[in-house]
């Protein structure tokens, strides 16, 4: 394998893909996401994340695999990032080199991201990529996640 990435539009038959990437055991002991079901899952994605305008969403290939998404889209008046990759890509930097190219498409700035605590390759992938800590916050009141932040008034990114 070349791991020749390419990141385009998301079209339908990658939604499955994505399914199965939530309901990796392993990524959901990263994330600390609960997986959804089939139908709320795919519900969400055609409504929410691709029926929203203001959002960017990409489809990551690798090698004409489908690896992965990365996502940015608004939580009131915060621009937010998210990913998630499929677990025979990790460990090969294609999460990193695929979250910089995108961050070439996304230029809002400044930019949040807030993985799981115990997630630490992402917080890792992110500090590598000009994300700085700027504290940590709960979901639910149990799950802590880190704060992060690229760009922004006090920082020259």
């Known amino acids: ?10 079209v339908e038959a990658d939604l499955e893909v994505f399914l199965a990437h939530e309901h990796d055991p392993e990524n959901v002991r990263r994330s600390h996401f609960p997986p959804r079901e089939r ?3 795919l519900t969400h994605w055609r409504e929410r994340v691709l029926g929203d305008p203001t ?4 489809t990551v290939e690798v090698d004409g695999r489908v690896a992965g998404n990365v996502v940015a889209w608004w939580d009131g008046d915060r621009r937010f990032l998210g990913y998630v ?19 070439e ?19 890792r ?13 709960e979901w639910n009141g149990e799950d802590e996640h880190v704060m992060l932040v690229l760009g922004g008034p006090d920082s020259a990114a």
């Open 105 to 123: 498409l996304e230029r809002h700035r400044p930019l949040h991201a807030d993985p799981y605590v115990g997630n630490e390759g992402s917080v």
């Open 125 to 137: 992938l992110l500090e590598k990529l000009g994300f700085r800590r700027t504290g940590s916050t």
């Open 55 to 58: 959002g960017l969403v990409q």
């Open 39 to 41: 139908e709320r899952f």
């Open 1 to 10: 394998m070349t791991d020749e990435l390419r990141l385009r539009d998301v």
């Open 85 to 103: 990759f499929g677990r025979e890509f990790w460990g090969r930097g294609i999460g990193t080199r695929a979250v910089a190219r995108f961050l």
